[in-house]
């Protein structure tokens, strides 16, 4: 699992903890029933305070991302199919609007971009 911590960003660490091992699960490079690090092998390896990344894992558990058991470890929880296709419709909308707001910049009209979209969509990737 790699995550990646930007100090300069205006997101606190923890947050930006949460958001990667999210990505990680619904990407699927974290399946069900995987172990995550100790919370103190964790903190070593990105340089941050273990309350850091206690926080991180508390909210995860938390929010059902993931369980912890006493004295076994931390690990990913099952997703719920109807959870994971949220998340995933999430992530394109927010792609979306990164792409509408470049053809916006380059001057295209609605209807240019509907044209585009409409012929990826039935174009056989």
């Known amino acids: 699992m790699n995550i990646l911590i930007a100090s300069n960003s205006k997101e606190p ?21 995987d172990a995550l690090p100790s919370m103190r092998v964790l903190a070593k390896d990105l340089k ?3 309350i850091t990344t206690k926080r991180a894992y508390e ?15 931390t690990f990913v929880a099952g997703q719920q199919p109807h959870v994971l296709k949220e998340w995933q419709v999430r992530e394109l909308e927010n792609e979306l609007e990164k792409i509408v707001l470049e053809g916006k910049r380059l001057g295209l009209t609605k209807a240019d971009l509907f044209e585009l979209i409409s012929i990826y969509f039935e174009e056989e990737l």
């Not at 660490?13 to 029933?33: D, T």
């Not at 909210?59 to 058991?69: M, P, R, T, V």
């Open 13 to 33: 660490l923890f947050q930006q903890i949460k958001e990667q091992i999210i990505l990680h699960i619904f990407s699927g490079e974290l399946k069900e029933g």
């Open 48 to 50: 941050v305070s273990v």
């Open 59 to 73: 909210d995860l558990e938390k929010e059902g991302y993931l369980i912890s058991a006493v004295g076994k470890g």
